[in-house]
Every structure is written in C-alpha cells, then in structure tokens.
C-alpha cells in the first residue's frame, strides 16, 4: 500500500538542529521513495495558498529546492493540519508540534502513530527521520 509523507517546515527541515547535509539526506531519500506522495503540511502551505518553495529556496542548493518545489504537492487544511491528511492511506507526519485537537482527530481515526514527533533541538533529528522511514520501508517488504 502507498504511504503518503507529510511534512512540516520549521523546527523539521528548516531551524533545527539536524546537520544540513542529514536533513538533505531526509529530503533526498523521501523523493526517491514517495515520488508521487510528498505533501506540505505546514503554515507555509494553508488556505489554498503554498508559500513553501519560497519558505525553504534559501535552505538547501537549488537541485534540492527545485526537486521539492515540483514534486511535493500543496494540502488542503486552515486550523486543524489534520485536516489536511488524508486517513485512508498509511502515512508518515513529520512534525514538532501536535496539538490536543490534531491529537484526538487522528486517536478518533485510529492513525495516531503514523504522526513522528521531531525534535528541534536534537541533532540526531534528522537521522532518526530517515531511519524511521526505512524501518517502515523494512517492515513493508518483510
Ligand atoms: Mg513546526
């Protein structure tokens, strides 16, 4: 089954703690394993309007930057990111922060753990992302 990636800007890809180069090893490896189901879920993409190209184009080099830009697709959501998830197909969430309300919408869905709470300021961050992906990728083929 098709997993779909949601990720959120800062605190997870940008203003954190990850070395560079492991947050564009994240980034890289989510691209060529979710070419067709990597969205935004973050301020920068909300009310139907997506400011994300224009929010990381200073963070990573222009490859990174463009490859995000095309592929990476906008999310529907205005209060509640949850809103912007789609609870029918597995998922991965990358985030730092997750409200009560989100919390209870994805308990109420019974996909709470498809959220991955990332941690700013550990610089380890990055690397757990990655590996908690491959673990799941792991676990798929087993
Ligand atoms: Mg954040």
């Known amino acids: 089954m098709k997993r779909n990636i949601y990720l959120d800007i800062d605190g997870v890809i940008r203003g954190c703690a990850s070395p560079k180069e492991d947050i564009e090893e994240f ?3 989510c691209l060529d394993n979710y070419p067709d189901s ?5 301020t920068h993409c ?11 184009q ?3 080099s222009k490859e990174l930057v463009d490859a995000l830009s095309k592929q990476v697709k906008a999310t529907e959501w205005e209060v509640l990111k949850t809103d912007g998830i789609d609870k029918d197909q597995d998922f991965v969430w990358f985030d730092d922060n997750l409200f009560e309300s989100e919390r209870q919408v994805l308990k109420a869905y019974y996909v709470d753990d498809g959220f991955f709470r990332m941690n700013p300021k550990d610089p380890e ?6 590996n908690h992906l491959k673990s799941l990728e ?3 083929d087993a």
């Open 125 to 130: 961050m990055a690397k757990k992302a990655l």
């Open 138 to 140: 792991q676990e798929r």
């Open 46 to 56: 909300n009310h139907g309007v997506n400011r994300a190209p224009e929010a990381i």
């Open 27 to 29: 980034l890289w490896y």
């Open 38 to 42: 990597i969205y935004w879920l973050t």
């Open 58 to 60: 200073d963070e990573f």
